[in-house]
């Protein structure tokens, strides 16, 4: 049984913030917190595999809200390794980046994770994003 679709608590070890709520067709995960660092994506990638494996879902918006740019591409790379036999290879994953300063960066993961087989598109808008996500081809 799948919790109720209000937003969920936010699941907080200091270094970030990661709330979640059930948007009908897709699961939202909103990111927060002073930075991210290879240490905390790590955390918040395993987070959010476990929480859309339990919920079933198939269709992730993230939306980033960290204060500092994106990880170093090597530092991508590690993540998406990390992530290669998650439950993440199952959902198509619509990632927001509001800093359209860094979007260009976050783009590097992207093209990375879709050489490796996961659905994902990074985009500068949530509404982009969303449309993806209901509409979009894979």
């Known amino acids: 049984m799948s919790p109720p679709p209000e937003e969920m608590p936010p699941q907080s070890p200091s270094h970030y913030d990661l709330r979640f709520s ?6 939202r995960a909103e990111l927060s917190g002073p930075g991210d660092s290879l240490e905390v994506s ?8 476990a929480e859309c ?20 591409p ?8 990390a992530m290669r036999d998650s439950y993440m290879r199952r959902v198509r994953v ?19 994770a879709r050489e490796m087989g996961f659905t994902v598109r990074v985009f500068a808008s949530e509404q982009q994003a969303e449309l993806w996500l209901r509409y979009g081809e894979s």
Do not use: H, K
């Open 53 to 72: 494996e339990q919920r079933g879902t198939r269709a992730l918006l993230v939306l980033d809200l960290f204060e500092n740019e994106p990880l170093q």
């Open 22 to 27: 059930d948007r009908g067709d897709y699961l």
């Open 42 to 49: 790590l955390a918040y990638w395993n987070a959010i595999a």
């Open 94 to 112: 619509a990632y927001c980046e509001l800093n359209s300063a860094v979007v260009s960066q976050a783009e590097y993961g992207e093209l990375t």
């Open 74 to 81: 090597s530092e991508m790379d590690q993540v998406i390794e």
